[in-house]
């Protein structure tokens, strides 16, 4: 079964950039599709983005779209999330897994095991 460990989640100022990563061990290629979403206490999942595994074809929720950027690196068995113009109400925490259902409306709450997650706070 194939486990992920997300990191790269810090302290950011508003307006900065930060690069997640999602890690897989347990499987020598990985290419199923795959889904950030983000958990503040108190408030629902938010789905963050996903990239599918056939063609790489990318989603991203609305409060994200042209600031957040997912991408895969085959040779690692990573993916990454890339985020920019960073806002407070970003400030949760990330977490990585299979999303077989990326494309499709909430595809968020059918996901596959995930890691701890990564803190990022986005404050001045």
């Known amino acids: 079964q194939v486990q992920r460990a997300e990191s790269g989640g810090v302290l950011v100022q508003p307006g900065g950039s930060l690069r997640l990563s999602c890690a897989a061990s347990g499987s020598s290629s990985d290419t199923y599709a795959i889904g950030w979403f983000r958990q503040v206490p108190g408030k629902a999942r938010e789905g963050v983005s996903c990239?599918?595994?056939?063609?790489?074809?990318?989603y991203y929720g609305d409060s994200v779209k042209g600031r957040f950027s997912i991408s895969r690196d085959y040779a690692r068995n990573t993916f990454y999330l890339e985020m920019d113009t960073l806002r407070p109400d970003d400030t949760a925490v990330y977490y990585c897994?299979?999303?077989?259902?990326?494309?499709?409306?909430?595809?968020?709450?059918?996901?596959?095991?995930w890691g701890a997650g990564t803190q990022v706070t986005v404050s001045s």
């Open positions: 897994a299979t999303a077989p259902r990326c494309g499709r409306t909430d595809w968020w709450n059918y996901l596959g095991s």
């Open positions: 990239i599918s595994a056939t063609d790489n074809t990318t």
